[in-house]
């Protein structure tokens, strides 16, 4: 359903399980991250009222979830961490030359995004049927079901603002990119690398 090229091998499950901590801490920045993502959006685009009613909704579920993260980090007797480079988005992030008209800039915008939270769709599902904590894979699978919503609301969006034809191929090589992406990454202890 998701369309990734190279899924994460379950054995990653094993990485977070080691430092649980770590990643609840670089899941709570992904997600204040996705709410920056929606409401620079809005920033960006003011003139695509569909877009920007949806970015309104993210960025008050994005923050929820943040704060679930957070709740989760202090029941563990912990408190949030630093916020680190995400290795992940900055390479995706180079796919797309820079420039081009309002449109192009925003549908990349819009790829890069439905990316992102098919990767953590992907990787939540992993952590809820993997997890041996249950109460934190139920956890993972109520989260999945959002991210899985986030990526196809963003994709609709691509297709609709572009030309349907060149977002599909642009969606397309941008599955490919990531893949190589993952090969690199795809062994560390967060959600994305």
Known sequence: MLGLKLPTDP?????????????????AYCEQKAAATAISLIVSFPEYTELVQEMISLVRE?????????????????????????????????????????????VHRLL???????????????????LKDK?????YHKLMISEANHYTMFLKFARQYGDRNEVNKKW??????????????GNKSSIHG
């Not at 990653?12 to 801490?25: A, C, G, S």
Request: glycine share 4%; hydrophobic share 40%; aromatic share 8%.
């Open 172 to 185: 397309e090589d941008l599955l490919v990119y990531e893949a190589d992406i993952m090969k690199k990454l």
């Open 11 to 27: 054995r990653w499950v094993n990485i977070v399980e080691k430092d649980i901590d770590e990643i609840l801490t670089d899941h």
């Open 135 to 139: 109460d934190l894979a139920e956890f």
């Open 112 to 130: 890069y995004a439905a990316l992102i939270e098919a990767r953590s769709c992907e990787r939540f599902r992993l952590l809820s049927e993997e």
């Open 62 to 106: 994005e923050m929820g979830h943040f704060k679930m993260v957070h709740d989760r980090i202090l029941d563990r007797g912990k408190i949030l961490g630093r916020d680190r480079k995400d290795e992940y988005v900055i390479e995706l992030l180079k796919f797309f030359p820079k420039g081009g008209s309002r449109t192009t800039q925003l």
